[in-house]
Every structure is written in structure tokens, then in C-alpha cells.
Nanobody, 124 residues
Framework: QVQLAESGGGLVQAGGSLRLSCEAS????????LGWFRQAPGKEREFVAA????????TYANSVKGRFTVSRDSAKNTVYLQMNSLNPEDTAVYYC?????????????????WGQGTQVTVSS
């Protein structure tokens, strides 16, 4: 069992930056692929970014490509999402997730473990 806990959300002005963290506990998440998703009010949960088990591969949603960077520190059992050039359309609850195959996965239902989410609000 893996427990995930996000942090780092908050209120930021358009053009600003935030770094989200997601720390795992329960067992090491080194073998797991990790993803970030977000859900805005009234919308479905959508893929944001994913990173493979060894950090060697990453992929991003087109809407965040060039602005967001996903990384992981296996020694700290933590995955990060650096978000730059934020705009109001990025406002959502952000979730991290882990899946057992260790690969790049963009489909939410393929993930095995989820955090509780952290709110990101971008004001115009």
C-alpha cells in the first residue's frame, strides 16, 4: 500500500509559479510510474504530466507543455510538479497518483494510488 500526500498548492497571480510536492509513505515508490492530474469544478479529471519509474521518460498534456516540469527524487520518495507561467485556466485541484507498471500512463483509471489533492488557484 502506498499513501500519497500532496502539498504546495495555494493562490498565485497569473504569470506566477508554484511547485507542488507529493510524498509517498507506506513503501518506496521507486518502481512506480507517477502522474499528476487536475480537476476543475464541473470538469472531469484530466492528465497533466507523468514520469516513469526511473525518471528517464516524461510526458505532458499539450496545455502545460513548456510551462510545467515533472521530476522525482526517489531518495525522498517525492515527486514534484514545477508550474511556471500560470494562468487562470490552470486553477484546479491537483492530484498525484502512482501506478505499478512503472511506465508513462495518461489514463486516470490505470493508476492504483491517489493523493487527496491540493488546491491551486490562479487569479487574473
Amino acid at each position: 500500500q502506498v499513501q500519497l500526500a500532496e502539498s504546495g498548492g495555494g493562490l498565485v497571480q497569473a504569470g506566477g509559479s508554484l511547485r507542488l510536492s507529493c510524498e509517498a509513505s507506506g513503501r518506496t515508490f521507486s518502481p512506480y510510474g507517477l502522474g499528476w492530474f487536475r480537476q476543475a469544478p464541473g470538469k472531469e479529471r484530466e492528465f497533466v504530466a507523468a514520469i516513469s519509474w526511473n525518471g528517464g521518460s516524461t510526458t505532458y498534456a499539450n496545455s502545460v507543455k513548456g510551462r510545467f516540469t515533472v521530476s522525482r527524487d526517489s531518495a525522498k520518495n517525492t515527486v514534484y510538479l514545477q508550474m511556471n507561467s500560470l494562468n487562470p485556466e490552470d486553477t484546479a485541484v491537483y492530484y498525484c497518483a502512482a501506478e505499478r507498471t512503472g511506465g508513462i500512463v495518461v489514463i486516470p483509471r490505470r493508476y492504483d494510488y491517489w493523493g487527496q489533492g491540493t488546491q491551486v488557484t490562479v487569479s487574473s
